[in-house]
């Protein structure tokens, strides 16, 4: 049963929109919204203490195992992103984050979930760090 990790808040971050993130009509373009998702996921990791160079002199490395995006409304050039992210445990070695992003006028633009399992360097799975948890 999946579980919001004990004292975990939700983390939000902000982006603006530029030119390079768009297409042709001055909307993002759809594969960018994962970066924007990713980019919050690592603030919020590392708001907690968690350093993904870090972490990988300890030989722990997240993988993605799967990812949901639904699109509500475009993210258009200028624009000022707001990302929010919570962190859910699922087992001992992954974590699902919930994310949702608004633009200035607080308009739900997406939704992400991010199922994430915690590796080594050959890909085998590791334990959680127990600071995370």
């Given amino acids: 049963m999946a579980e919001v990790i004990s004292n975990a808040k939700e983390y939000s ?12 009509i001055g909307i993002v373009y759809h594969a960018n919204y994962l970066r924007f998702f990713e980019r919050a996921r690592t ?33 258009r050039l200028d624009d000022v992103l ?14 699902m984050f919930r ?15 991010i199922h994430v399992v915690c590796v080594n360097r050959h890909l085998k799975p590791k334990r959680l760090p127990d600071k995370l948890i």
Avoid at 13 to 24: A, G, H, P, S
Avoid at 48 to 71: E, N, P, Q, V, W
Avoid at 82 to 95: A, L, N, P
Avoid at 103 to 108: A, E, F, P, S, V
């Fill in 99 to 113: 994310q949702v992003m608004y633009n200035q006028l607080g308009q739900l633009l997406s939704e992400a979930t």
């Fill in 43 to 75: 603030e919020a990791l590392r708001d907690k203490g968690f350093s993904l160079t870090t972490m990988a002199t300890y030989d722990t490395y997240f993988a993605i195992h799967d990812a949901h995006l639904r699109f509500l409304y475009p993210a």
């Fill in 13 to 24: 971050c902000t982006y603006r929109v530029y030119i390079e993130d768009t297409d042709l």
């Fill in 82 to 95: 707001s990302i929010k992210t919570s962190f859910v445990k699922e087992k001992s070695c992954s974590v």
